[in-house]
């Protein structure tokens, strides 16, 4: 039996790279899937397309997720097309590199509004039909391992993934009397096209060497752990946190 069989699943920044695999993660364990995408129109109808190849539902939606109604659409447009929402997948992100002394205040408030505030809008949103509907559901969000650690160009970015999981650790108190559970999904160093420029060969070498199981991470990597926080597996879990970084934080060597 697939492990998400009849469930729909919303996944923000669905387009490419973590989101993508998610998504297509999910569809190949049952899910129905509802796409967001931000402006890669064409990437996220070839997701859309390789789902229903699959034999599931899909449908992509264009929104800003760092605005409130972008998240009350999405979630509207599942309940239309699929019946309900039982999974929500809380992974759009952005992380444009830059100094802290200089930091611009635009660049702060963008990457908090995607980051941070985009993930309470989706899981607000998502949860509040999940209440309605009554049977319970999963929300996960896509948080990092820079929430454990700094990064010299990352200040506004490494907040933002802290505090997805603070707001994951107070929703599951908030929401577990409805059978609503909320975790967060913390990846490593994985090879997508927020830091492909950044991952010059020299980084990559040193990457290699300080993982234990020697390689950089891959989109597909990640989408193991949401399927199962998404499923009755992880039926007991929520508040947690599960770091998928090749067992790069542990080596301190």
Do not use: W
Request: overall charge neutral; charged content about 20%; hydrophobic content about 45%.
């Amino acid at each position: 039996m697939l492990l998400l069989e009849g469930k729909s699943v919303i996944v923000t920044g669905a387009s490419r790279g973590i989101g993508r695999a998610i998504a297509l993660g999910c569809a190949q364990q049952g899910a129905n899937v509802a796409l967001n995408f931000a402006g890669a129109a064409d990437a996220a109808e070839s997701v859309v397309a390789e789902i229903r190849a699959l034999g599931r539902r899909a449908f992509a939606r264009q929104g800003d997720i760092a605005e409130p109604a972008t998240a009350g659409a999405l979630v509207d447009a599942a309940v239309a097309e699929f019946g309900g929402v039982d999974v929500c997948v809380a992974n759009a992100g952005i992380c444009d590199f830059h100094a802290f002394l200089d930091l611009p205040p635009e660049l702060l408030r963008r990457t908090v509004g995607v980051n941070f505030e985009g993930t309470f809008f989706v899981a607000q949103a998502a949860a509040r039909r999940m209440v309605e509907q009554g049977r319970g559901g999963a929300i996960i969000a896509i948080s990092s391992i820079s929430k454990l650690v700094g990064g010299e160009f990352q200040s506004h970015y490494t907040p933002t993934k802290a505090a997805q999981h603070s707001l994951m650790q107070s929703a599951a108190i908030a929401l577990g009397r409805h059978g609503i559970r909320c975790n967060s999904v913390l990846p490593g160093t994985i090879v997508t096209d927020i830091n492909r420029a950044d991952l010059t060969p020299e980084k990559t070498a040193y990457f290699e060497k300080r993982i234990p199981l020697g390689r950089l991470g891959q989109p597909e990597d990640i989408a193991g752990s949401v399927v199962f926080l998404a499923s009755d597996l992880a039926r007991y879990v929520t508040g947690a946190e599960i770091l998928v970084d090749g067992g790069m934080f542990v080596n301190l060597q």
